[in-house]
């Protein structure tokens, strides 16, 4: 069994898109109506589904609500791939934690994606 997808609710889907392409390199797989639905992808398959919020799933989104509920992760093939992301995310105005630190046994930091989606972006060393 694999994870297939994850769908986000966000108030500007051509905006939080725009964002993980650039700065994650995923891929636009599909967009729906006008700014209505985009279908992300990264190189394994997994899809990032971002959408409106829909009523009978709760009406809120994260930025309606003023709080992250949850947060997703980005695991980077070495260390300095971490620091060469932030660079880039600094450059953009991201809303950042901090710099790369060590944390629980790894090389990471956080920020926050557009629909106030919180990014943890990181390294750790192989088993």
Known sequence: MRLNHLDFHVPDIAETADFFIRHFGLTLKDMRGNNGLAILEDDTGLEIVLSHAIAKFGIADQVELQR????IGFILPDRGDVDRVHVGLVAAGVQLSGPPAAMRGGWLFYCTAPGNIL????WRPAR
């Open 119 to 122: 990014v943890e972006v990181g």
């Open 68 to 71: 992250q509920t949850y947060h």
